[in-house]
């Protein structure tokens, strides 16, 4: 829920189009977006997984990312899985159906 509605609130902006969340094992949720760049920039659960650790989180439970424009839940990249694997190897991440 809250990277839905942060997704929704990013409008037009090409910079910022996707919003992820992450809910911590102490019931906390953290929240970001991605910043495009030419160079790729960081995508936004890379962006969720710094604004935990900023946050003294530990371990995370779950992981979503969601596109903006109503495009609803979005698989990460194969970097963010990497990176979520070796520093949250237990985190559950949420993916779209094939429907």
């Known amino acids: 829920m809250a990277a839905t509605e942060l997704a929704a609130t990013l409008g037009d902006d090409p910079n910022h189009t996707v919003a992820a969340a992450a809910l911590g094992l102490n019931g906390n949720i953290y929240a970001g977006v991605n910043n495009h760049h030419f160079n ?11 604004v935990a650790a900023r946050a003294h989180a530990g371990n995370l439970a779950t992981m979503v990312a969601v596109g903006d424009g109503g495009r609803g839940v979005i698989s990460p990249c194969g970097r963010c899985r990497q990176v979520m694997l070796d520093q949250h190897p237990d985190i559950c991440v949420l993916v779209p159906l094939d429907d």
């Open 40 to 50: 790729g920039g960081p995508c936004a659960e890379l962006v969720v997984l710094g």
